[in-house]
């Protein structure tokens, strides 16, 4: 079946530092990966969408790489700010009918903190 | 335009009793999809409708059910509550689906707590 690894464990930076966070899928091929963020006690927002055939994809102080052959997304946050403190949930979705059934599926998310 | 909207934010009940929770979605968006999110399994699809028809369902017993108004606003329910149940139930709406590329765009969720 489908999964999505993405680390469970909390991921600590300090303020300005880049932050890096790992998605991983197996036994899928999807056509596009979302970003989402989570603030607690609240629903997920959209942030960002890479298609398969697009390698990098950048919204401000954001940045998504989809490597295909790896089954991995990256997800960058530079000059990172204690704003930027919340949980990030990768979401494959679409594909290809023989891999699956191009459904969104929610990864479990990575939290991140950002210290001053 | 309003976002989605979910009521009621924080529901207890007690086992045996059952639930009905319900959600808004963004005007012009025909698709609402249901998520439970706990803290040891993450964001588990429910079931989505679009246009009043229930497109696709999850891993979840016949005790969670929904249904979508022609006004697009859809209701979930959960019989025989159980303590597992306890779990913040996101709804999402999109204009598309969940099987479309679209963002979803969520509410903020109803916290059910199980006694």
């Not at chain 2, 999809?33 to 706990?38: F, V």
């Amino acid at each position: 079946s489908q999964k999505i690894e993405q680390n469970s464990e909390a991921l600590n930076i300090q303020e300005g530092k880049t932050a890096t966070l790992t998605c991983n899928y197996t036994n899928y091929s999807p056509a596009y990966l979302q970003w989402y963020r989570q603030d607690p006690g609240r629903g997920p927002v959209f942030l960002l969408l890479i298609r398969e055939n697009e390698k990098e994809k950048r919204k401000e102080r954001l940045k998504v790489t989809f490597d295909t052959t790896l089954k991995q997304s990256l997800f960058h946050i530079t000059a990172s700010q204690p704003a930027d403190s919340a949980t990030y949930l990768c979401a494959p979705g679409g594909g290809h009918l023989s891999s699956n059934t191009g459904k969104l599926i929610f990864g479990q998310g990575t939290t991140l903190q950002v210290k001053p | 335009k309003a976002g989605v909207t979910q009521t009621p934010r924080y529901l207890i009940k007690t086992r045996g009793q059952q639930v009905t929770l319900s959600c808004s979605p963004i005007s012009g968006h025909r698709s609402v999809s249901w998520y439970q999110q706990t803290p040891g399994q993450g964001l588990q699809f429910l079931f989505e409708y679009f246009s009043e028809t229930q497109r696709n369902k999850g891993n979840f017993p016949g005790r969670f059910s929904g249904r979508q108004f022609s006004n697009s606003r859809s209701e979930m329910n959960v019989s025989t509550l159980e303590l597992g149940d306890s779990a913040l139930y996101l709804c999402a709406s999109s204009l598309a689906g969940s099987y479309s590329n679209q963002p979803q765009h969520f509410g903020d969720g109803t916290r059910l707590s199980i006694l």
